[in-house]
């Protein structure tokens, strides 16, 4: 139980485009998503908390025009990166949480904007 | 964004080797995760510690929760090759779905067979 698939698994896009990705949780109710940007050899960093129905609470020195969250129902999460440019380059990644305090991770999706 | 102070950055080591990394922070965290992360993988969950002092063991894994809740280490005995990956501690604050996490830097582990 408590899997969470992204889609797509990987991307390349031309830069300026927008790119959309999704995050499912598949056999839960996820209360809120949480959206991560890795880079290589790096960390995971958050870029935002969404919560259904709500809009999402994005971390200090993310943009949130660029970076656009719906979290429109309680399986579904999407991020769309806007007008998308080579240092948007990144593998992200998703995680959904329910009631219980545990996160369950996607297999997160890798982005090259050319 | 605050990170966790997490040593080592990288290991290597033979194979059957027991293997020590721990995360340290400045301020206190409610709960301690540890987690696995393959080449172009989301992270996997290896061990939850949710109170100050407790130990816990999963298989070959063993993880404690600092007394001060400031640090935690992770522990892996006999390694194997398929204990390759990065190893990442997570500390959270609160105590429902909504709690973030933030993330240690992360412990590149080398298994030579």
């Known amino acids: 139980g408590a899997v969470v698939s992204q889609h797509p698994s990987w991307v390349i896009c031309k830069s300026g485009t927008s790119v959309k990705i999704e995050c499912r949780s598949l056999?839960?109710?996820?209360?809120?998503m949480f959206w991560y940007r890795q880079f290589p050899k790096q960390s995971l960093m958050l870029m935002a908390t969404?919560?259904?129905?709500?809009?999402?609470?994005?971390e200090q020195g993310v943009e949130k025009d660029k970076f656009l969250i719906n979290h429109a129902s309680l399986t579904l999460s999407t991020l769309t990166v806007t007008s998308a440019h080579p240092e948007d380059s990144s593998f992200y990644i998703c995680?959904?949480?329910?009631?219980?305090?545990?996160?369950?991770f996607g297999p997160g999706t890798r982005l090259t904007v050319l | 964004g605050q990170q966790l102070n997490q040593s080592p950055q990288s290991m290597f080591i033979q194979e059957g080797e027991d293997v020590s990394m721990n995360c340290t922070s400045s301020?206190?965290?409610?709960?301690w995760l540890w987690y696995k992360q393959d080449p172009g993988e989301g992270p996997v969950l290896l061990i939850a510690?949710?109170?100050?002092?407790e130990l816990t063991s999963n298989g070959r894994l063993t993880a404690q929760f600092g007394i001060t809740r400031k640090d935690s280490f992770l522990n892996i005995s006999a390694s194997i090759p398929s204990d390759v990956g990065i190893y990442f501690c997570?500390?959270?604050?609160?105590?429902?779905?909504?709690?973030?996490?933030?993330f240690g830097e992360g412990t590149q582990l080398t298994v030579n067979p």
């Open positions: 995680s959904a949480a329910w009631v219980v305090n545990e996160q369950f």
């Open positions: 056999d839960f109710q996820a209360t809120t």
């Open positions: 510690l949710y109170k100050a002092g």
């Open positions: 969404s919560n259904e129905g709500s809009k999402a609470t994005y």
């Open positions: 301020s206190i965290f409610n709960t």
């Open positions: 997570a500390g959270q604050r609160g105590e429902t779905s909504g709690s973030r996490l933030t």
